[in-house]
């Protein structure tokens, strides 16, 4: 279905407008993702101390994970845009910090700082705010995508932005890309009050659950597995690309590597994806894009000083990282309980921020410039996605079941709606949050009809 057919003028604008903020925001922290690692070489005190080169790549994660969940708390107190502002204003200073630095040093405080506005729950959660319980998911796909699109568009163009403004010149572009997604936030996108949403934000009674469920840490290992190798991967192949005394591929050049292969990736996945979910094959196409990702590291770890191998190597990373990226989102609304989808979401996403400060750890204490051992790096992400291939083979098969949300009526009949709602073909669980003004239920969608929910709610009697 198409957002225009599912979401009135106001969500539409919303969504559209949140989205955009995500993807500024996402863009700024992208960009530099493949020029980083030789930018920072360049600082003084790199060379005495090269692992800080990972460290500052991946140090914006440690800061998101420390402070996504209370950027969302507070978003609940004092209201949703304050706390995003905030947040875009932090991330302005760190990029103003970075655009200085003349050290690794300060180059490190500055992601730090930039880390530390967490925002990404707080803007999930004013989506939720601004949009019909019913249409949450379409919002978030929305969403998701523009996280997707962010993250290509920032891969290619990073080397051409370089050879035009420098790294500095990127990191000054980021802080001005914040300043207008401010500017987004308070013109564009309508006041709402806060409200919780179990479906989108985190519930700490729900956190012990939550963590103690072997299908979801599954799931939160493979998403930290996923970013640690992708930040770990970034700290030498940039190196690798403009290193030596023959460098493979000017850094002016290099989109002409990237375009290509993201293009060529993501048309790969779309079919990939669309078997997963319309042929029910979730699982085995979750090995499948592993054990690709897998093979394009193991393939980057021995023939790293070919550009047409490097070139294949990566179309096999990024068919495998795109089609996870698609599917862990989808695998943990299947696992996880009604109502606590938020919590499970938020579990997920700071094992993905914690995933990347530990990637650019990883590679940050493996690479020895002198030496330029490469593959070692590249073997230690092998090894990595190898232990979370055999953890996904021992995964269970998932339920395909995902979650609807419909508002309560004023006056209900407690039990007897939960009874007649579960009678419904293709309900599988329901449950009723009054405090929310709020009916969750897992759902097949191919037996489930919308309507006869909605007529089953609208049948309802005062009691």
């Known amino acids: 279905m198409s957002i225009q057919k599912n979401l009135d003028r106001r969500e539409r604008r919303s969504v559209i407008s949140l989205a955009s903020i995500f993807g500024l925001r996402l863009l700024g ?9 030789v930018y920072a070489h360049s600082l003084h005190g790199a060379h005495a101390d090269p692992a800080l080169v990972g460290i500052a790549l991946g140090a914006y994660g440690l800061t998101q994970a420390i402070f996504q969940v209370p950027f969302g708390r507070l978003s609940d107190r004092f209201g949703r845009k ?50 019909r319980e019913e249409r949450w998911t379409r919002a978030m796909a929305v969403i998701g995508i523009t996280i997707g699109v962010s993250f290509s568009i920032s891969l290619v163009l990073s080397a051409p932005l370089t050879h035009w403004i420098g790294v500095p010149g990127i990191f000054w572009l980021t802080a001005i890309l914040s300043l207008l997604a401010i500017a987004v936030l308070y013109l564009v996108i309508p006041a709402s009050p806060a409200k919780f949403h179990r479906d989108a934000e985190l519930n700490p009674a729900m956190l012990s659950h939550v963590l103690r469920d072997p299908d979801l840490l599954r799931l939160d290992f493979g998403i930290f597995a996923l970013h640690t190798g992708l930040t770990a991967i970034f700290v030498v192949l940039p190196l690798v690309l403009v290193g030596g005394a023959h460098p493979l591929l000017a850094m002016k050049n290099q989109w002409m590597l990237y375009l290509p292969v993201m ?26 894009a592993i054990t690709v990702l897998l093979a394009g590291v193991i393939l980057m770890a021995i023939s790293h000083g070919s550009i047409p191998w490097i070139g294949f190597s990566l179309f096999l990373f990024f068919v495998g990282f795109n089609i996870l990226e698609a599917s862990l989102p989808s695998l943990i609304a299947k696992f996880s309980h009604p109502g606590a989808k938020g919590t499970a979401t938020g579990v997920y996403t700071s094992s993905e921020f914690f995933g990347a400060f530990c990637g ?11 030496a330029r051992n490469y593959s070692t790096v590249f073997w230690v992400v092998a090894v990595i996605y190898a232990l979370w291939l055999v953890l996904a083979l021992t995964m269970r098969t998932p339920p395909y079941l995902s979650t609807r ?59």
């Open 263 to 288: 293009l060529l990736s993501f048309i790969a996945m779309i079919p990939f994806i669309a078997i997963g979910e319309t042929k029910r094959r979730l699982k085995e196409i979750f090995v499948f």
């Open 29 to 37: 922290l992208f960009l530099v993702l493949p020029v980083f690692s």
């Open 360 to 370: 650019g750890l990883l590679g940050g204490l493996l690479y020895a410039p002198e």
């Open 405 to 463: 949300i419909f508002s309560l009526p004023a006056d209900y009949r407690g039990i007897s709606l939960e009874k007649r709602l579960v009678e419904l073909p293709g309900v599988s669980e329901v449950a009723i949050f009054a405090d929310e003004n709020a009916i969750y239920c897992k759902v097949d969608s191919q037996l489930f009809s919308e309507e006869q929910a909605m007529a089953v709610l609208g049948s309802i009697q005062p009691a």
């Open 82 to 131: 304050p706390i995003i502002a905030l947040g875009l204003f932090i991330f302005f200073i760190g990029s103003i910090i970075a655009a200085l630095s003349t050290s690794i040093g300060w180059l490190l405080a500055g992601r730090v700082i930039q880390g530390s506005g967490a925002i990404a729950a707080a803007i999930i959660a004013l989506t939720a705010d601004l949009v």
